[in-house]
């Protein structure tokens, strides 16, 4: 099981944190990632890592802008999302797989969560 947390209506050029526990078989998990999804779009990859923390991607339009890290308990991640932007409104999901490497694809994960919603007002 996957919770997110930590969206919000914020403005633009603001900064959120976004938190990501997994519980359950958190031994069969290898990476964990963020992708997101706005209103009438696909949801699309954000930015991935193995939870050995050696592996880590991001999608081009936010590597500059965002920073994704595990926790101390190798079973929680975070998105440090900065800048804002309006067109990084979206609901932001916890996903997981139990083999690497990082997929961009929706479909390469088993697991996802509920979901968190950020909100930018320009």
């Known amino acids: 099981q996957l919770q997110a947390s930590g969206g919000g209506l914020v403005q633009a050029g603001d900064a959120l944190r976004l938190s990501c526990a997994a519980s359950?078989?958190?031994?069969?998990?290898?990476?964990m990632a963020w992708f997101r999804q706005a209103p009438g779009k696909e949801r699309e990859f954000v930015s991935g890592?193995?939870?050995?923390?050696?592996?880590?991607d991001y999608a081009d339009s936010v590597k500059d802008r965002f920073t994704i890290s595990r926790g101390n308990a190798k079973n929680t991640i975070y998105l440090q999302v900065n800048s804002l932007k309006p067109e990084d409104t979206a609901v932001y999901y916890c996903?997981?797989?139990?083999?690497?490497?990082?997929?961009?694809?929706?479909?390469?994960?088993?697991?996802w969560g509920r979901g968190t919603q950020v909100t930018v007002s320009s």
């Open positions: 996903a997981s797989r139990s083999r690497l490497p990082i997929s961009k694809a929706p479909v390469g994960y088993a697991y």
């Open positions: 359950g078989r958190t031994f069969s998990i290898s990476v």
């Open positions: 890592i193995s939870l050995s923390g050696i592996s880590i």
